[in-house]
């Protein structure tokens, strides 16, 4: 008599799967001010803040609109951010509804604007700004598809 199959496993989505998930961990050194102007020009939300034992905020967690989490803190002298580095240390690149809208709302707030809103030749219309304290943020709306080989013949060009 065969074996009985096994039932096959049920499927979870990478949003359910706690595993699958990437968090970044930003480094401020003025954390509370870090979650106010985040909050204020790029509409996110704090969902957790813990103080250290001088009372100030030393670990935070904000929410996007679309539900992903990032980390923020400062968790000792030893990490510095990238206007204490100075130099830039990494970009956050964001999906929004409306990346113009989203624009204003940041410029509005006293982001320092890196790069207008543009149409980008991947496809989606961007703009970049940088937080108080050194961070890039990238915001995008995707507006077309494009070929990978349109894609690379455009790369291309910049070379």
């Not at 102007?37 to 609109?65: C, E, V, W």
């Not at 539900?67 to 951010?81: D, H, R, S, T, V």
């Not at 943020?137 to 507006?143: D, E, G, K, T």
Request: aromatic share 10%; charged share 30%.
């Amino acid at each position: 008599m065969p074996a009985k199959p096994k039932p096959a496993p049920k499927k979870q989505s990478a949003a359910a799967d706690k595993s699958q998930q990437l968090v970044p961990y930003l480094y401020y050194s003025d954390v509370d001010a870090a979650l106010a102007f985040l909050s204020r020009a790029f509409g996110f939300k704090a969902i957790q803040k813990y103080a250290g034992p001088d009372g100030k905020t030393n670990h935070a967690a904000m929410r996007l609109a679309n539900g992903a989490i990032f980390m923020m803190g400062c968790p000792g002298a030893k990490y510095k951010n990238p206007k204490t580095l100075g130099q830039v240390t990494q970009g956050l690149y964001i999906t929004v509804e409306d990346v113009d809208e989203h624009y204003l709302r940041a410029k509005k707030a006293g982001a320092k604007i890196i790069d207008e809103p543009a149409d980008q030749f991947y496809g989606d219309r961007r703009y970049s700004a940088e937080d108080p304290e050194g961070h890039h943020w990238y915001f995008a709306q995707h507006l077309r598809e494009v070929s990978v080989r349109k894609v690379k013949r455009e790369m291309k060009k910049g070379e």
